[in-house]
């Protein structure tokens, strides 16, 4: 028998959009602060944001949130428009590097998102959180590209 030693999260959203749309918004730094961090998710607005979109190359942003400055970034492992995209994310909150992975399917009339989060440490609490936000954030992503 052998027991799980990393939470994983996996959330899957339906869009009335083409796969090139909502992978294009992950990567775009003038689309995500509508999206990724919308103030109606959270109190929070976007200090920053670089982007370097290619393998190898690195993210960051800081946000305000509650009057609090915070930092994430990470790297692009994979990026295959429009199907996959592979990063890291950390921030300054949770010193643990994460493992975010996205794949979208393309149907007629929209796509198929799959979003698997592995957290690299086992915290149920924190995968509820990480869920429930990534669930927000991808709801967002959906109104902001119609």
Known sequence: MTSQTSSIVHVEHVFQATAEEVFDAWLDPAMLPHWMFNPDICEESVDRISIDPKPGGEFAFRVTRSGRQIEFR???????????????????????????DVTIEAFAGGCRLTLVHDLRVKDDKRAAQAKARWEAELGSLGGTIH
């Not at 692009?76 to 429009?82: H, K, V, W």
């Open 74 to 100: 990470g790297s692009y492992r994979r990026i295959e428009r429009p199907r996959r995209l592979v990063f890291t994310w950390i921030s300054a909150d949770n010193p643990v590097e994460t493992v975010v």
